[in-house]
T-cell receptor, first 111, second 116 residues
Framework: DAKTTQPTSMDCAEGRAANLPCNHSTISGNEYVYWYRQIHSQGPQYIIHGLKNNETNEMASLIITEDRKSSTLILPHATLRDTAVYYCIVRIPNAGNMLTFGGGTRLMVKP | NAGVMQNPRHLVRRRGQEARLRCSPMKGHSHVYWYRQLPEEGLKFMVYLQKENIIDESGMPKERFSAEFPKEGPSILRIQQVVRGDSAAYFC??????????????FGSGTRLTVV
């Protein structure tokens, strides 16, 4: 799996958009970008994934650059419950390819 | 099916005892993964199983740890002769078979093992 680089921590004001960047400059053509988050003491939670097009679901939006070397996860209206560690992972979507978690970004949403 | 079910949620063992952690995957999921998270650290892959088969155990300590996923029943992670360093959160995840796992894994809520 391609290596990803994320900032260690970020702050965001409640109600504002949280933009979490991820660099994956060595991503290969068949690797997808996945985002998970882990709220304190809970199991990781799937957020969104994409290959090359921008994606949106009820939780977030994923913006992938045209060269696919970086992406941004956007939480449009962050709430206190979005405080968590956010993991950007690139992988081929095959059950045999384990999810490899790096350090992630610790997002703190402040009132 | 409410998702991936792990039990117990909390487990306390004395040094030298055995710990058994159980994981029931989501309905229709035939692949199970175990991860360990030490206090204040990231998630580390331990083992990947399909029914009655261990596919990848490259992250599992060579001694005292074993895992199984029998034809019937939950997957079991077994830790023999526990030591204080085994205190951690153990998470189980499940997925669809290869080629259908586009959405990645679904994780359980974890078992928090405390060795006293």
């Amino acid at each position: 799996d391609a290596k990803t680089t994320q900032p260690t921590s970020m702050d965001c004001a409640e109600g504002r958009a949280a933009n979490l960047p991820c660099n994956h400059s060595t991503i290969s053509g068949n690797e997808y970008v996945y985002w998970y988050r882990q709220i304190h003491s809970q199991g990781p939670q799937y957020i969104i994934h994409g290959l090359k097009n921008n994606e949106t679901n009820e939780m977030a939006s994923l913006i992938i650059t045209e060269d696919r070397k970086s992406s941004t996860l956007i939480l449009p209206h962050a709430t206190l419950r979005d405080t968590a560690v956010y993991y950007c992972i690139v992988r081929i979507p095959n059950a045999g390819n384990m999810l490899t978690f790096g350090g992630g970004t610790r997002l703190m949403v402040k009132p | 099916n409410a998702g991936v079910m792990q039990n117990p949620r909390h487990l306390v063992r004395r040094r030298g005892q055995e710990a058994r952690l159980r994981c029931s995957p989501m309905k229709g999921h035939s692949h199970v993964y175990w991860y360990r998270q030490l206090p204040e650290e990231g998630l580390k892959f331990m083992v990947y199983l399909q029914k009655e088969n261990i596919i990848d155990e490259s992250g599992m300590p060579k001694e005292r740890f074993s895992a199984e996923f029998p034809k019937e029943g939950p997957s079991i992670l077994r830790i023999q002769q526990v030591v204080r360093g085994d205190s951690a959160a153990y998470f189980c995840a499940s997925s669809l078979p290869s080629g259908l796992s586009l959405y990645g894994y679904t994780f359980g809520s974890g078992t928090r093992l405390t060795v006293v």
